[in-house]
């Protein structure tokens, strides 16, 4: 994504909490950046195209955190938490925060879930990195590296999605980060 891609979704994440997805317009967006309207429907054609450099700017940027944190991380607990921080704890946040926070968790289309699809196959790429040392312990207790990072990340993202509050969310993550830990028996 070049610059003025990037600054355009980055106002647009401030419309879409501002307003909603649903109710946020192009005109919204335009103004928030400071350009004209056709300057944005040059760069993206529709909010659907909005949205989804949206999602895929989001993942990068959070899987680019979570492999820089790692690489100074050195338990596999700490590297856990780090994952859980940027793939869920964060995003929580940033959606319990906006006016509609239930308009994010079902405002996507099919064009926004195929690119969350990719989000997730990303964040599943980044846990197999981190659990790929504990191989041998993870194929001891009846998986693979990939079926355990797939089943780590589609429980914190249904976490994130279900979750009532904070507390509830930190709760439901603890007991995933000891089961993860009593699996690996680190």
């Known amino acids: 994504m070049n610059e003025k891609e990037t600054e355009i979704v980055d106002a647009a994440v401030r419309v879409f909490a501002r307003y909603g997805l649903k109710r946020a317009t192009m005109n919204d967006i335009a103004n928030e950046v400071g350009v004209a309207r056709q300057t944005l429907y040059a760069t993206f054609s529709t909010k659907d195209d909005i949205l989804r450099a949206t999602i895929r700017l989001a993942a ?14 050195h338990s596999l607990e700490d590297k856990i938490d780090i994952f859980l921080a940027h793939h869920t704890v964060k995003p929580f946040e940033r959606i319990r925060a906006s006016v509609d926070p ?70 439901l993550l603890d007991a995933l980060k000891s089961s993860i830990l009593a699996t690996i028996a680190e």
């Open 60 to 73: 990068e940027r959070s899987i680019t955190a979570i492999r820089r944190e790692c690489e100074e991380a």
């Open 102 to 171: 239930d308009d994010f968790l079902t405002g996507f289309n099919t064009a926004g879930e195929k690119e969350i699809e990719k989000s997730n196959a990303a964040y599943c790429a980044a846990l197999e990195r981190i659990l790929a040392p504990y191989e041998n312990e993870i194929r001891a207790a009846g998986s693979t590296v990939r079926d355990f990072a797939e089943f780590i990340q589609v429980s914190s993202a249904g976490f994130k999605q279900t979750a009532k509050s904070k507390k509830q969310l930190m709760r």
